[in-house]
Nanobody, 113 residues
Framework: QVQLVESGGGLVQPGGSLTLSCTAS????????VGWFRQARGEERKFVAL???????KYADGVQGRFTISRNNAKNTVTLQMNNLQPDDTADYYC???????WGQGTQVIVSS
């Protein structure tokens, strides 16, 4: 059974940066894509970015050019580098394995002055 553990959330001012990490324990990531979703208060969970095992990335329009997703397959870790953060980026961020359909517990990101 795969367990996804996120870290790196916190409070940052607009324009600042944060790096989120998702590490898979147990059997590790599947051979499929791994991605990040986020859920703001009062809103549905939405796609942010994903990365295939080949390391080809895909981004939501709202984060394109600001966020960078990467993965280290040997370490079973996926990283989301978030730059130029804005208040609308405030949300709980969740790691998701598209192969196992398993979610992490989430990490909170707050962008506020």
């Amino acid at each position: 059974q795969v367990q996804l553990v996120e870290s790196g959330g916190g409070l940052v001012q607009p324009g600042g940066s944060l790096t989120l990490s998702c590490t898979a324990s147990g059997r590790g990531f599947s051979v499929e894509a791994v991605g990040w979703f986020r859920q703001a208060r009062g809103e549905e969970r939405k796609f942010v970015a994903l990365i295939y095992r080949s390391k080809v990335p895909k981004y939501a329009d709202g984060v394109q050019g600001r966020f960078t997703i990467s993965r280290n397959n040997a370490k079973n870790t996926v990283t989301l580098q978030m730059n130029n953060l804005q208040p609308d980026d405030t949300a709980d961020y969740y790691c998701f394995d598209f192969g196992s359909f398993y979610w992490g517990q989430g990490t909170q990101v707050i962008v506020s002055s």
